[in-house]
């Protein structure tokens, strides 16, 4: 039997599931493009060593705010589970 607590569980279930599947996506869209642009500036011959160095920062960056946003949506997620979790007092 479906209890109002266990209806609310699925549904975070579900968004959570959705959210890291979106999030992943991304991050292996943006894998790629990185792979992409790191073989252009490699094989360009104009202002290479500056430029990896600022395409390296940015690939850093860009990895440590994915990063940060995955955690902070995990217990978000861990968050709304335990206050909707069956048997908890209201």
């Given at each position: 039997m479906f209890t109002p607590e266990r209806i609310a569980t699925e549904m975070i279930n579900f968004y959570k599931t959705a959210t890291f599947n979106a999030c992943n996506?991304?991050?292996l869209f943006q894998e790629q493009a990185e792979k992409i642009y790191t073989t252009m500036v490699e094989q360009g011959l104009n202002a290479q060593k500056e430029g990896m160095k600022l395409w390296q920062?940015?690939?850093e960056n860009n990895k440590k705010t994915r990063?940060?946003?995955?955690?902070m949506m995990g217990e978000s997620f861990d968050r709304?589970?335990?206050?909707?979790a069956p048997g908890k007092a209201a």
């Open positions: 996506s991304m991050a920062g940015c690939l990063d940060e946003f995955n955690k709304a589970q335990e206050f909707f």
